[in-house]
């Protein structure tokens, strides 16, 4: 049986170790990464994701990275981060 | 200036006082910069010593505190200090060197990747690779650990960065503002409170963190609203209050787990679920709707669906909702008679010494202004039940990561915080002592006032209470009847040290340690077969308590 999968769009400021920043909070929090699409011109991280968890309880540590800008349910509303 | 002169510069101007650390290699130009600038290192025994000290400093003030190690085996020392903070929520700033930019990534002498490391036990961390970003690093750092829910940040400094010339450019840091809580959802909030019959405050550390103890006091006035406390709670609202009703969780008090039983409406407070306090989580306030106040939003939702979540500063928050007016009557009168019913039993018709007892007489013998430090297992949960606090700021334990050998080292960081009126008092037990024992060099050399009271059962006395209980007797590891010579052992650290094995020996005893002039080491010698009550067995919800067996 397949879990269910969802895309987050993140957005980042540029640091040698936001990816692993990133992927260490995804893999401890419960989730594992289906697919994964990294673009440094743009700081911006696709990330699809699946678990049996609720995708909230990823998105509100995500947002909480300093390095993390913005987090996005694709399909879905914006979870931003003021400034 | 040089990297390392601007990092002194930086500190001094940002208000640090003191600073707890450990000299190597690749931090030697800090070092030589400190030397002689006027800011107070103290130089502890290791360097989990002077993350611990950085913590005590941080909780016994306010204030973040700060640590200084060296590269490789000086940072992944900082390791466990840097993980308690993180679970505690505790503004630290950890500095380390790091080998030159060049061989990073060659397995160079004491090199090791403490970014990595840090990933996982830190708010934040930065490696410096720009010299001309070290102060722009040091300020976001320091603006990291204070801000919004706090926690420790970690900066890697290559040693080329230390030496190289930079612009004294020094700018220090602030605290981010809070966003405002939303008003909307207040209205909400209101109409859940005032329909509640039986509601029940869960206070939590983030009611000290966010200073908020007063808005809190008032808000629990205001409405007679009956409490409980996490152990890091602790003296946010004082035991002395009606409808206090102590501490809850697995060594709560009875009352304050029957009744967050049968509550209608939780109103959490800075408190985020944790499993020690919940015991088996579906069967936690099982009927009670949820109020969630916190600084972060993470927190909500997580372990339990809130009803009604108002996110922001505890500061407003609280007294946005003082004006409800509620009749429970009846639920204050059922709580506080099963708080008179449930009264701590100090009867102990025996010569030896009963701790509970002990602990609470000396909590009746010190200032509202002391500072209790502890380290982790029986005597820990003795001080959170029997000992009373008016301040999170006077009860330094070790709540989300446990970490024995949090007591001494943070006592020391306390007693820089804290004016020399103010006493400092270690209660640990014989094998946590062990695990950072060490630091009684940094009590000698620093010739520091502090109180130590070592509870000995000559056991790994909490698992030792769990084999009994839960694992048939069979004390595989935990007997330490080959323990030190304590007082010996304090002597030779020039300590003042006294033993007692009896109850009558207590009075005199306690007040012989108060009114020292320096260090005390009280040694106590206790029954192994005291255990620590009530218990919620693991699994089980928290109305099966084990009482005394
Ligand atoms: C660093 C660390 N290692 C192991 C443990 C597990 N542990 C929890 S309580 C305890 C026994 C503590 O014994 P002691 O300090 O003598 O206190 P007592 O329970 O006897 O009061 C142990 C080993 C821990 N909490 N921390």
């Given at each position: 049986m397949s879990l269910p999968q969802q895309q987050l769009q993140i957005d980042v400021n540029k640091s040698p170790e936001v990816l692993e920043r990133i992927l260490r909070v995804v893999r401890h929090r419960g989730f594992k990464v289906e697919l994964?699409?990294?673009?440094?011109?743009?700081?911006?991280?696709?990330?699809?994701?699946?678990?049996?968890?609720?995708?909230?309880?990823?998105?509100?540590?995500?947002?909480?990275?300093?390095?993390?800008?913005n987090v996005i349910e694709l399909n879905d509303v914006a979870q931003s981060k003021s400034a | 200036m040089r990297g390392a002169d601007l990092l002194v510069s930086y500190l001094k101007e940002e208000g640090v006082t003191t600073i707890f650390g450990y000299p190597g290699g690749a931090i030697m130009p800090v070092y030589d910069a400190l030397y002689e600038s006027g800011l107070k290192h103290v130089l502890c025994r290791h360097e989990q010593g002077a993350a611990f000290a950085a913590v005590g400093y941080a909780r016994a003030s306010g204030e973040v505190g700060v640590c200084l190690a060296t590269s490789g085996p000086g940072a992944t020392n900082l390791i466990t200090g840097l993980a308690d903070a993180y679970m505690d929520s505790i503004p630290i700033v950890a500095i380390t060197g790091q080998v030159p930019s060049a061989v990073i990534g060659t397995d160079a002498f004491q090199e090791m990747d403490v970014l990595g490391l840090s990933l996982?036990?830190?708010?934040?961390?930065?490696?410096?690779?720009?010299?001309?970003?070290?102060a722009n690093v040091l300020k976001q750092a320091f603006s990291i650990a204070k801000s919004g829910r706090p926690g420790p940040v970690l900066v890697d400094i290559p040693k080329d960065i230390q030496l190289a010339e930079v612009e004294a450019a020094l700018i220090t840091s602030s605290k981010d503002s809070i966003d405002d809580f939303d008003k909307n959802t207040l209205v909400n909030a209101k109409a859940l409170l005032s329909k509640a019959k039986k509601p029940m405050v869960y206070a939590g550390g983030g009611v000290g963190m966010a200073n908020a103890e007063t808005q809190l006091q008032d808000f629990v006035d205001a409405t007679g609203i009956p409490s409980v406390t996490t152990l890091k709670g602790i003296g946010s609202i004082p035991n002395s209050k009606p409808y206090a009703l102590g501490m809850l969780?697995?060594?709560?008090?009875?009352?304050?787990?029957?009744?967050?039983?049968?509550?209608?409406?939780?109103?959490?407070?800075?408190?985020?679920?944790?499993?020690?306090?919940?015991?088996?989580?579906?069967?936690?306030?099982?009927?009670?709707?949820?109020?969630?106040?916190?600084?972060?939003?993470?927190?909500?939702?997580?372990?339990?669906?809130?009803?009604v979540s108002l996110c922001g500063d505890l500061q407003t928050i609280l007294p946005a909702l003082n004006d409800v007016k509620l009749s429970i009557a009846e639920w204050q009168e059922h709580c506080s008679a099963l708080k008179q019913e449930n009264l701590w039993d100090y009867n102990a018709p025996y010569r030896s010494i009963y701790a509970p007892k002990l602990l609470s007489r000396l909590s009746e013998k010190l200032s509202d202004t002391s500072v209790v430090t502890c380290d982790v297992g029986q005597h820990q949960m003795w001080v959170a039940q029997h000992m009373n606090f008016t301040s999170p700021k006077n009860h330094l334990s070790s709540a989300g990561l446990g970490t024995m050998g949090f007591g001494l080292p943070t006592a020391l960081g306390a007693r820089y915080a804290r004016p020399p009126e103010d006493t400092v008092v270690v209660v640990s037990g014989d094998g946590s002592f062990m695990m950072n024992v060490q630091e009684l060099g940094t009590i000698k050399r620093e010739q520091l006032n502090v109180k130590i009271v070592l509870i000995d059962n000559q056991r790994l006395g909490m698992v030792r209470q769990w084999q009994q209980l839960f694992f048939e007797e069979r004390y595989s590891e935990t007997i330490l009847t080959d323990n030190p010579d304590f007082v010996t052992l304090a002597s030779a650290f020039n300590i003042e040290a006294r033993t007692i094995t009896e109850q009558d020996e207590v009075e005199t005893a306690l007040d012989e340690m108060i009114n020292s002039k320096g260090a005390y080491l009280l040694h106590v010698r206790i029954n192994e077969a005291d255990n620590v009550w009530p218990l919620v067995p693991p699994g089980a919800s928290n109305a099966d308590m084990m009482e005394k067996v």
């Open positions: 994964l699409n990294w673009k440094d011109e743009t700081s911006q991280l696709l990330l699809t994701v699946s678990s049996e968890r609720s995708i909230n309880l990823l998105t509100s540590q995500l947002i909480k990275l300093f390095d993390v800008t | 996982a036990c830190t708010k934040h961390s930065f490696m410096v690779t720009d010299k001309d970003e070290l969780g697995m060594h709560g008090t009875k009352t304050a787990n029957l009744c967050v039983q049968e509550c209608d409406l939780l109103i959490v407070v800075g408190a985020r679920f944790d499993d020690r306090v919940t015991g088996r989580l579906e069967t936690f306030a099982a009927d009670a709707r949820v109020l969630h106040l916190d600084i972060d939003p993470a927190e909500i939702n997580k372990l339990r669906t809130a009803d």
